[in-house]
């Protein structure tokens, strides 16, 4: 054997298992040497033979071709991380676990930043849940991803009916094309954002005017008016846990069905007439912000009161269109 | 055929090849043979395979308990032959089998599909 060939030899041994490589390679170089030759034998002159013995070895070596593959050949491990088999599952649980966690991540340590930092702010906030929410989401990513390489290499290859089902997934039947072809993903992304939305509306009247740089206004105090009865707190978050149940109801069903749509559009009603009657007859803003001259003035009042029933007519146009869609 | 065809068909032909080395190296196997006789038997019968795939199968097979490997040193250079066990024979029948039935089959289809 040449050099060449004992090069060309070890490359494939490299990439085979420790274990067989002594059998590989006993094997690739029984076949050069027969290949070779096989090519030296059929050249006409006993001299052409000689001077030909290392191009025969070229050209059979090239024969073979890459080394790595050849290796590939005789390792027949999977050459993706993840096959056809466990894509469905991969992807499945990419939808649900990352959009949880993202939530879950954001929520968490929103709450921790606010409840740990002494004067909490919009760019701390920000920057604290953001920077822990990315990577809380790429660990999950990164696990996720390497659970289902080592369940694709794991997993027996004779049994492919129960491949590509984690334990206890049922087996796919037609009922399951209505589920996703009405579905969604989209309808579940919609109310996971319009809970985020509702839980923001929620702490505004608690966010204090410090935590958008505009402290010194009022000394710090929230943006609404803290004087207001706590009938009209507890009516503004009874309407919106209300708002957030219906959200829960599109999630929980996966599609929205003219149940939950109907419900979130008369809770929208109450909301926008409930801040509609609290804009019309009551101090909301912080009496120090303004100076009378922003939401307590006729025209702020007539604006405030004509943004939150364009918001509504907005939301009732997409809703009833989202319907219409998910009817077809 | 245009260039995109032979693209095709090449491809197609490459998937129907596959199994059939299989089934024509475990006949072939039935007197025993090295993987470079088997190869230059291949070739004559018209079945043609890269040694590069033919090498790596014949380990495969050999795992799967249809070939028994055996070296031979007492030739000039050391060889690996392969004889089919009987689990390979009883395999090759059944494959050979399924080849006639899918041969029969086809003639059938394209003769009714014929106009």
């Not at chain 1, 024969?63 to 993840?82: K, M, N, S, V, W």
Request: hydrophobic share 50%; aromatic share 6%.
């Amino acid at each position: 054997m040449t050099a060449l060939t004992e090069r060309y030899v070890d490359v494939v041994l490299a990439h085979v298992p420790e274990d067989q490589r002594e059998e590989i390679g006993a094997e690739i170089h029984a076949m050069i040497a027969d290949m070779v030759e096989a090519r030296q034998s059929g050249a006409a002159d006993p001299a052409d033979a000689a001077i030909t013995s290392g191009a025969a070895e070229r050209e059979v070596l090239e024969q073979l071709g890459d080394p790595a593959a050849l290796a590939r050949e005789y390792a027949r491990t999977p050459q993706h991380l993840i096959g056809p088999d466990w894509y469905p599952v991969y992807m499945w649980a990419l939808r649900w676990i990352l959009p949880l966690v993202g939530v879950a991540a954001l929520l968490v340590n929103g709450i921790v930043y606010s409840a740990t930092e002494a004067r909490p702010q919009l760019g701390g906030l920000i920057g604290t849940a953001l920077g822990q929410t990315v990577g809380a989401l790429l660990i999950a990513f990164a696990t996720l991803t390497i659970l289902l390489a080592v369940v694709e290499r794991t997993s027996g290859a004779e049994d492919r009916s129960a491949r590509g089902r984690l334990p206890g997934m049922r087996p796919w039947t037609v009922e399951q094309l209505g589920d996703r072809a009405a579905s969604g993903s989209s309808v579940r992304a919609d109310a996971l954002v319009s809970l985020v939305l509702i839980a923001l509306l929620a702490a505004v009247p608690v966010i204090p005017t410090s935590f958008l740089y505009v402290g010194h206004l009022n000394g710090g105090e929230p943006f609404v008016n803290p004087g207001l009865a706590a009938g009209w707190f507890l009516g503004y978050w009874g309407l919106l846990a209300l708002l957030a149940a219906t959200e829960v109801w599109k999630a929980v069903r996966a599609r929205l069905t003219p149940g939950p749509a109907f419900a979130g559009i008369t809770v929208d009603v109450l909301i926008a007439a409930f801040l509609t009657v609290a804009l019309l007859t009551q101090r909301v803003l912080h009496p120090a912000l303004g100076d009378e001259g922003l939401l307590d003035g006729a025209l702020g009042t007539v604006l405030a009161v004509a943004a939150v029933w364009a918001i509504f007519a907005c939301d009732l146009v997409s809703t009833l269109r989202a319907l219409r869609e998910s009817r077809r | 055929m245009s260039s995109q065809e032979n693209e095709a068909l090449a491809i197609h032909q490459q998937e129907l090849r596959r199994g059939t080395v299989v089934l024509a190296s475990l006949l072939t196997c039935r007197t025993p043979q090295y993987g470079y006789s088997l190869l230059s038997g291949l070739e004559e019968a018209g079945i043609r395979v890269e040694a590069n795939t033919l090498y790596p199968l014949l380990r495969r097979l050999e795992k799967q308990g249809l070939l028994r490997a055996e070296w031979n040193t007492a030739e000039a250079r050391p060889r690996k032959y392969y004889t089919l066990t009987e689990a390979g024979a009883r395999v090759a029948d059944a494959l050979y089998a399924d080849w006639l039935d899918l041969t029969s089959s086809l003639t059938a289809l394209r003769k009714e599909t014929t106009p």
